[in-house]
Structures are given as C-alpha cells and as structure tokens.
C-alpha cells in the first residue's frame, strides 16, 4: 500500500526503522525477559531526534506532528513495544501541558523532552478509578502559594524513571468529574514517592508504578490552566494521543506478521513448506490485509488531526480500538503459524502477542472506544 509519505516522513520511517533494527532489536529479549528500563535506548532515541519529533519547533522540537509520531511509533514497537513505551509514555506525559499549558510551563518543561534529557509520565489512574476517570481520589488543597497533594496513583508507565509528571487531583469533590485538576509534579518533590514496580504480562521494558503523594505540596503555578479543567484536559489528551496506541498495535502486528510469513517459508511439513498449504495462505492473507485496513484508519485519523481538524475524538477511538483488536488477532494467528515454535520464548512472536494485549486496555479499554464512538454516532 503506497500512503504517500512526504519526504520527511519516509526519512523519519528509515531512521526509526533503523534505531529499531539495530540498537532495539539485539536487547529486546533481555530485557523483556529481565524487566530491564531501557535507559540506554532513551540516550540512542535522543541522539537520533526521535524525542524532538513529540515536540513542536517553538518549544524546542523539531515536529509534534501526529502522524510523524505515529510512524515512529509503529517502526520501534514493530521491533519492541516495551522498550518503545520510555518514548511512548512521554508523548502522553507531555500532551497535557502542549494542550493546555500556559506559555511559560511550555518553555519550562518542553525543550528538555525534546533533548531527551527528562522522560514525562501521565497519572490518572487510581485503585477505584480506572474508566470511569471522574472517581479519582487524589486531593489537591490550596494553601497558600502551594497545592498539597494527597493520594495515590497506580499503573503509571514510566513511573519512578520519568522527571516531569502530569497528574489529575480533585480541587473539589463535590462536583465529580467537573472538580477535577491537573498539575505538573516534578520527581523529587518531597512527599512524592514511587511504589514498586508491577511484574506484567508484556511491555516488560517499560516501567510501570504507583505514585504515591503524602503532604505533597507543589508551586500554585503548577496547575495546568484552571481548577476543574482536569478531566477536558484529559479526554483532551486521549483524543490526541489514542492514534499513537493505535500505531503502537500496527507495529507490533506487522513484526509479527513479518515473523510468520518468513517462518511459513522456511518450515516444511509433509514434505513442502508449511506456505503451499491453503489453510496458512488464507491466513497470511488476512493478516496482511487487516493490518493495512488499521493503518489505513491511523493515517487517515492522524492526517485529519495534523490538518487542524478540531473533532476527532470519534476517528481516535475508532482507530485505537480497531487497531488493538487487530493486533491480538494478528499476533495470535502468528503464534499459531509457527505451531509450538510460536509459544517458545525463543521465537519473538510469543513476546508480540503478550505485547499486544496491553493496547486493549490502557488509554481507555476497548469497551469504552466503542461506548465513545456509539455517543458520536447517536448524536451527530
Ligand atoms: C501496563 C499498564 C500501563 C498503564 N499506564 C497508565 C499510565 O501511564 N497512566 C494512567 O493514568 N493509567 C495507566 N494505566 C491504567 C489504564 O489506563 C487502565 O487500566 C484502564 O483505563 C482500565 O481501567 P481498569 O484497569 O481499572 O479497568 P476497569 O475500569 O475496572 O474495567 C474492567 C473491565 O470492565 C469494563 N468496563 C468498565 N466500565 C465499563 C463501561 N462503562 N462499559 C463497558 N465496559 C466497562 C472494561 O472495559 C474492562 O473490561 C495503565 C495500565 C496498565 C495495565
């Protein structure tokens, strides 16, 4: 499928492509295996201008493009979903404060992610709010010139490795989702503090822990725009940062898919490549074919988005969700064409598969994309 890249996205394709194959690929089992924070690969990343493409010109960048994103994306996690996640969650991370920060915490905190030098993280997520966003916990109370945060915060990606955190706290419970704000909190701070590292069934190279705050008070100017914006300001985010999960998932299905059609031709059963039988042609069918419909989608969302597009919170969960579903069926029809081979770790699509699931469930599961694309239709 030709998509009609401009240059300089084919020049971006080519250098991920390349960072991917060989500095990513000789340590992704290791580190998958062991659980390894890829630090080495975030020093590789910033020297090759991959973080600067999260950021635009202005605050020290070089794109912040949407769709340059998602071909980073795709190519890294095409080779490592984990270790592409140190990247990944700092385009999250950032989005709140490229969305909706004043001018000054731009210049503040943008120009050293783009260096590559600070990672940034994205906290929502609490024990008895996972979906439903609006349940948070976490407190914020003005005291002074400061906010005191209180509250506890689960399974964020990057958690203790990343330097700049935006985090969602409640100014005022009594009026839900509508009370809710989001700061930037840097590490360091006291009475901020990390819980242990979660042992996961896949993207293993990318950290992911609690944040805990206890009496922990940051600058007042470090709330992002005004008190009780936090929940737009988050929905804001996921519109935006939904097509890189999506490209997330078209990288790791079409590492997989390239694993199983190389393995189909070289395997010979009966006599003959396991490739002349029907039953595994039809299936290398599909999965090429679906893969290209779901990065036709991401594109075309991506595009529309860059284009200055100011809707598209439908297009963004079509393409996570459809993109997501696509790379668990892609990644298990890959397992299942290598047979036994396909679930030992030797073999890398095993890893594919388990990577794969996570792009179901975070930035909003599957069950919920559908309910927002459902709200879109029935009221448009
Ligand atoms: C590896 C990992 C990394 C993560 N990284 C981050 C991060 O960096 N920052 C962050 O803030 N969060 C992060 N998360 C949290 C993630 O976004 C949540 O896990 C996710 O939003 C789902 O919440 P939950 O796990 O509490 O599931 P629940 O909300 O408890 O859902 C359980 C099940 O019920 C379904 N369900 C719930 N409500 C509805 C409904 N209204 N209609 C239909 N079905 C429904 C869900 O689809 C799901 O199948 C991460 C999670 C994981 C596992």
């Given amino acids: 499928m030709d998509y009609f890249l401009t240059e300089e996205q084919l020049e971006i394709k080519e250098i ?30 910033a020297q090759t201008d991959l973080f600067a493409i999260l950021v635009p010109e202005e605050y020290g960048g070089i794109s912040g493009k949407v769709m ?26 950032l989005y709140p404060i490229l969305l909706s920060g004043s001018e000054e915490q731009k210049q503040k905190y943008l120009p050293a992610i783009a ?10 997520t609490e024990a008895n709010a996972g ?37 969602f706290a409640m100014t005022d419970k009594t009026k839900g989702a509508r009370g809710a704000s989001c700061f930037i909190v840097e590490k360091g701070t006291p009475g901020f503090s990390f819980g242990k590292k979660e042992n996961k069934m896949g993207i293993r190279a990318s950290a992911t822990r609690e944040l805990i705050f206890e009496d922990c008070r940051i600058p007042k100017e470090n709330l992002i725009a005004r008190e009780g914006l936090g929940f737009m300001i988050a929905m804001k985010t996921f519109d935006k940062s939904r097509p ?6 078209v990288g790791i ?16 059963q009966f006599g003959k490549p396991i490739s002349s039988f029907q039953a595994i042609q ?29 809707r598209f919170s439908k297009e963004s969960a079509m393409c996570k969700y459809y993109a ?37 469930i975070y930035e909003g599961t599957n069950q919920i994309q559908r309910s927002i694309v459902a709200s879109h239709l029935l009221k448009d």
């Avoid at 390349?18 to 590789?44: C, H, N, Q, S, T």
């Avoid at 260096?115 to 929502?124: C, E, Q, T």
């Avoid at 890189?244 to 998932?249: D, P, R």
């Avoid at 069918?285 to 100011?310: C, F, H, P």
């Fill in 68 to 93: 340059d994103l998602c071909i980073v994306t795709e190519e890294l996690c095409r080779v490592c979903a984990g270790i592409s996640m140190a990247m990944g969650a700092t385009g999250l991370g």
């Fill in 115 to 124: 260096d590559g030098k600070r990672l940034a993280a994205f906290a929502i």
């Fill in 253 to 268: 299905a079409q590492g997989a898919f390239e694993e199983a059609i190389r393995y189909s031709k070289e395997r010979s």
């Fill in 324 to 360: 997501s579903d696509m790379a668990m069926k892609v990644t298990t029809d890959a397992v299942q064409i290598l047979g036994g081979y396909g679930y030992m770790k030797e073999y890398p699509v095993e890893k594919m598969m388990r990577d794969a699931k996570i792009t179901q």
């Fill in 16 to 45: 991920s492509r390349k960072v991917a194959e060989e500095k990513v690929k000789p340590l992704r089992e290791k580190y998958d295996e062991e659980g390894i924070f890829p630090w080495d690969m975030v020093e590789v990343f």
């Fill in 282 to 310: 039809f299936m290398l069918a599909d999965m090429a074919t679906q893969i290209e419909a779901a990065r036709s989608l991401v594109y075309s969302t991506a595009r529309m988005i860059d284009g200055g597009n100011k």
């Fill in 244 to 249: 890189m999960v999506a490209a997330q998932a």
């Fill in 131 to 167: 979906s439903d966003a609006g349940a948070i916990e976490t407190t914020a109370t003005l005291d002074g010139d400061h906010y005191i945060l209180n509250g506890t915060k689960q399974w964020i990606t990057n958690g203790g490795e990343a330097e700049i955190y935006t985090v």
